[in-house]
């Protein structure tokens, strides 16, 4: 059988996206991923975002203790945490969530995305506008902070006392 230059090079083509799409099935990557070379700043947030939830994430647990020093890991309060988890990917952030809830863009409910901070107004020294709380937001309507007996835990914004007590949000990343 005798082929001509074209029928080869279109061979060629068809035998190497063969084995390049089955190279990518093969490690796990997408087309869509493995096409898309361009990385704007958005998604450079969103993932740094992730990055900084699952850092805080490996603290669950770790007992709260209001007014909790920055230079321990082993109890946070709320500002401290943030202020810590953020440190790891370059973020230094002031020392209370007043201070806190001033730094970077403010940002609407509906356009949260991991890594946000998330700010509130609860417990004993809320006064309806005033910051007493932050958090980082996780995604899927979570957020991840410390507070009272839990301890860092993970807590749905969008209910309860979180819902009722939810001020604002600041993008940092």
Not at 13 to 24: D, H, N, Q
Not at 101 to 118: C, Q, R
Not at 148 to 170: E, H, M, Q
Request: net charge positive; aromatic share 8%.
């Amino acid at each position: 059988m005798k082929m001509n230059n074209i029928s080869k090079k279109i061979l060629a083509v068809g035998l190497a996206s063969t084995i390049g799409f089955g190279a990518l099935m093969v490690t796990g990557v997408d087309a869509a991923s493995a096409s898309s070379s361009n990385t704007t700043a958005e998604s450079v947030a969103v993932s740094k975002g992730t990055q900084v939830v699952n850092y805080g994430k490996t603290f669950m647990g770790t007992p709260y203790k209001f007014g909790a020093s920055t230079s321990t890991t082993k109890v946070f309060d709320c500002s401290s945490f943030m202020k810590h988890i953020f440190k790891k990917y370059g973020v230094t952030l002031p020392r209370t969530s007043a201070a806190q809830a001033k730094v970077g863009k403010a940002i609407s409910k509906s356009n949260l995305k991991a890594g946000d901070l998330v700010f509130f107004s609860s417990g004993s020294r809320a006064t309806g506008s005033n910051v007493t709380h932050v958090a980082v937001y996780m995604g899927n309507g979570k957020i991840l902070h410390t507070y009272g007996k839990p301890g860092v835990t993970i807590s749905d914004l969008n209910s309860g006392n979180w819902k009722k007590t939810y001020l604002k949000a600041r993008r940092v990343l």
